[in-house]
């Protein structure tokens, strides 16, 4: 197809579908036709060509678009328009993908579920009566659905991976760096990453490859890694060292979930590798991340409290509100706590190449239901971040992680996720692709027709 037909097509498709789920808060057809138009051009005068070019992509909408209202699912910025892209933004368009729109996102991505009070809820594509995760739920919900092939999703406890399980698409968390971020009020925060999603592992490859490298306005963005992350996927598995967990030795989990992703692991030892139940040796870091996260939203946040907390998510303003009670003193404790659990998951990764776990606690839920869900397992569950317990650790280590679709529950998607080594994204990439491979998924279509 021209990039133009492509364009079109996919255009048409959110024009169809998008009412239903409210991927999308910001279409912008104008924009896309005009780079389509131009996409083809270049085609005609055979210029080269970059790694995507013509092809649709979504972004967040916690991620500035020139010209493209960026709202931060925030009414305080409703009708904001940056002057200037993202890095990320800039090196996909390098590349030649054409952007087609903001994906929805709770205010300022607060939160693992997708609603906020400029542009409401995003639904579940598989069912519209449930959610379809966060932060990055509208590009969940719009990959699963078609409305676009590739999306841009950020990730500081599990904004990534939470919609990829929810939606049953691919979503990877790269190592810190790996994908350069600018603009950024902290320029050294290592736990906030951006990375691709997808509807395959392939997909998911290709867009990393055009995403990462390094970027003097990102200090701690990495050199350019040197491997070749679509190729990885075609890489022979061999005999890897695979631990697999259902509950990383302290999280409540749904059975059906527990059964779907444990029969999932299974999988890697018929695939060749060495799998054997055992994860790191840690207590649940829960109040460990939200003393370290609390301080960084009140910090770029707390200005706007005395005029808009009314019309802020509640779950923003309480976040903000707990680092009133976390001191310097205190805030540096965490960080040694940090740095402990850090060197207790090095050392399980010098004995295994790889950790399995569920990507999500439970299923998703009635997007009407409270948040965060009030049980899991017959387990009361009062922290926010209780219904993603396998995600936000790994964004206080920095281990690349990856969510793959694994099976179902009650006729929601279910996910498997794989984190690797710190850097090894091609590991957690041939991996995915090996799995996706001996248990297809991708030419399932959610019932929206």
């Known amino acids: 197809m021209s990039p133009v037909d492509l364009v079109d097509a996919v255009l048409a498709r959110i024009d169809a579908v998008n009412p239903r789920i409210n991927a999308y808060c910001t279409v912008a057809a104008d924009h896309a036709r005009e780079a389509a138009r131009e996409a083809e051009r270049r085609v005609a005068r055979r210029e080269p060509l970059g790694l995507l070019h013509g092809i649709p992509v979504s972004i967040k909408d916690l991620t500035p678009t020139a010209g493209i209202r960026t709202s931060f699912g925030s009414r305080i910025f409703e009708h904001h328009v940056p002057a200037e892209d993202a890095a990320v933004v800039e090196r996909l368009k390098a590349a030649g993908a054409i952007v087609v729109g903001k994906t929805n996102t709770p205010e300022f991505g607060c939160k693992g579920v997708t609603d906020n009070r400029v542009f409401g809820a995003t639904r579940n594509p598989w069912n519209t009566a449930m959610v379809a995760g966060g932060s990055s739920g509208g590009a969940g919900a719009a990959l699963a659905a078609g409305l676009a092939p590739l999306a841009e999703g950020s990730d500081l406890a599990g904004s990534i991976r939470i919609p990829a399980a929810a939606c049953g698409v691919v979503g990877l968390k790269p190592s810190p760096g790996r994908v350069p971020s600018y603009p950024s009020p902290n320029g050294w925060n290592s736990m906030a990453v951006i990375g691709p ?48 967990t259902p509950d990383l030795g302290y999280a409540p989990v749904d059975s059906r979930v527990a059964g779907v992703a444990c029969a ?53 303003v309480e976040r903000m509100h707990l680092a009133d009670g976390i001191s310097s003193i205190d805030y540096e404790r965490q960080q040694r706590r940090r740095t402990e ?37 017959g387990r009361a569950t009062a922290s926010p971040i209780g219904w993603f317990p396998f995600t936000f650790p790994f964004n206080l280590t920095g281990n690349p992680a990856i969510s793959v679709p694994a099976g179902w529950a009650d006729g929601l998607p279910v996910g498997l996720q794989i984190v690797g080594r710190r850097y090894a994204e091609a590991l957690v990439l041939r991996a995915a692709a090996a799995f996706e491979a001996a248990r297809p998924w991708a030419h399932r279509r959610p019932p929206l027709e």
Do not use: K, N
């Open 197 to 244: 999603m997808a509807r395959t592992v392939r997909d998911t490859a290709l867009l990393l490859a055009a995403m990462s490298g390094p970027d003097e306005r990102d200090p701690i963005s990495l050199p350019a890694p040197g491997e070749d992350f679509l190729a990885a996927c075609d890489q022979p598995l061999g005999r890897l060292r695979v631990a697999w």
């Open 264 to 316: 999932a692991a299974r999988s890697f030892a018929g695939l060749g590798c060495a799998l054997e139940e055992a994860c790191p040796d840690f207590s649940d870091p829960d109040e460990m991340f939200r003393a370290l996260t609390a301080p960084m939203r009140a910090a770029s946040l707390g200005q706007y409290l005395a005029e808009w907390a009314e019309q802020m998510d509640p779950v923003l």
């Open 341 to 377: 659990l850090w060197h207790t998951v090095r050392r399980f990764f010098e004995r295994y190449d790889l950790l399995l776990t569920p990507t999500l606690a439970a299923p998703p839920f009635p997007i009407d239901a409270p948040y965060p869900p009030r049980e899991i397992a």
